[in-house]
């Protein structure tokens, strides 16, 4: 009965969209990206949809904040295609992304307390004879090439000075400091023009506290990502169930 309802109740685009703020334009370019099932037509060839495309487009919303863009796209796509299989397969992929993240987080969280002479945190290793690290030795250290600790400094974010007698490029304490702490934030998603704002601020004050609110705030959008995914996770249930 529920089912044969869903398909007699007839609903226009602007229906769709007023709901979610949206234009009717935009409800179209999701039918054709298959975020939608298809809609009916009027004899005169008008869309028309249904309960069912509207909690469609609910999931698909529902499921953005949490997954992205893209990746919702492609489960809302598996799913009206039939394939709830693969759509759930893509959903294990952005959870196992999401569990990633959350290592790489506390894996910076650790590089950046050993970095603390206040957390106990070691001195740079295989100092070089002027008082430093060499680029070779450093690059070794945080298991990248020559080439990247350059991009470093020519980005102004790592800043070696010169050996007077060999013209080669010496890391003393700060430098390599600094180096441990653009490499680990750029594996935690930072871009190089996101870091350098956070590395003057630790050279202004002398120390690693303003990373702090970095961290909090990385915690905050992985905590948001979660919940976000749940909240995804019910629409796109609902779906289902309307889907039968």
Same mark, same amino acid.
Request: aromatic share 6%; no cysteine; hydrophobic share 40%.
């Given at each position: 009965m529920a089912r044969n309802l869903q398909t007699r109740v007839r609903l226009r685009p602007v229906d769709l969209a007023r709901e979610h703020g949206l234009s009717t334009q935009a409800i179209r370019n999701y039918e054709e990206a298959g975020i939608l099932p298809a809609a009916g037509r009027t004899a005169h060839g008008y869309r028309t949809y249904t309960p069912l495309h509207a909690q469609a487009l609910r999931a698909f919303l529902a499921l953005v904040p949490g997954h992205g863009h893209a990746t919702a796209t492609s489960i809302m796509r598996e799913v009206n295609e039939g394939a709830v299989d693969d759509a759930f397969r893509i959903i294990d992929l952005s959870h196992a992304q999401l569990l990633e993240d959350r290592r790489t987080l506390q894996a910076v969280e650790r590089a950046l307390r050993d970095l603390d002479p206040a957390e106990g945190g070691a001195r740079? !290793?295989?100092?070089?004879?002027?008082?430093?690290?060499?680029?070779?030795? =450093?690059?070794?250290?945080?298991?990248? +090439?020559?080439? *990247?600790? &350059?991009?470093? !400094?020519?980005?102004?974010?790592?800043?070696? @000075? &010169?050996?007077?007698?060999?013209? #080669?490029?010496?890391?003393?304490? /700060?430098?390599? @400091?600094?180096?441990?702490?653009?490499?680990?934030?750029? +594996?935690?998603? #930072?871009?190089?023009? %996101?870091?350098?704002?956070?590395?003057? %601020?630790?050279? *202004?004050?002398?120390?690693?506290?303003?990373? !702090?609110?970095?961290?909090?705030?990385?915690?905050?959008? =992985?905590?948001? +990502? /979660?919940?976000?995914?749940?909240?995804?996770?019910?629409?796109?249930?609902? #779906? =289902?169930?309307?889907?039968?």
């Open positions: 740079p !290793e295989e100092p070089a004879p002027s008082g430093g690290m060499f680029i070779g030795p =450093l690059a070794d250290q945080l298991g990248i +090439r020559p080439a *990247t600790l &350059r991009k470093w !400094e020519a980005a102004d974010l790592v800043r070696p @000075r &010169r050996d007077p007698r060999t013209g #080669y490029r010496v890391y003393d304490e /700060g430098a390599v @400091r600094d180096a441990r702490m653009t490499h680990q934030l750029r +594996r935690g998603g #930072y871009l190089l023009a %996101q870091i350098a704002p956070l590395l003057e %601020q630790v050279r *202004t004050a002398g120390g690693l506290q303003p990373l !702090e609110a970095a961290m909090s705030d990385w915690r905050d959008r =992985l905590a948001e +990502r /979660g919940r976000a995914m749940l909240a995804g996770a019910a629409e796109l249930e609902a #779906y =289902l169930r309307e889907r039968g």
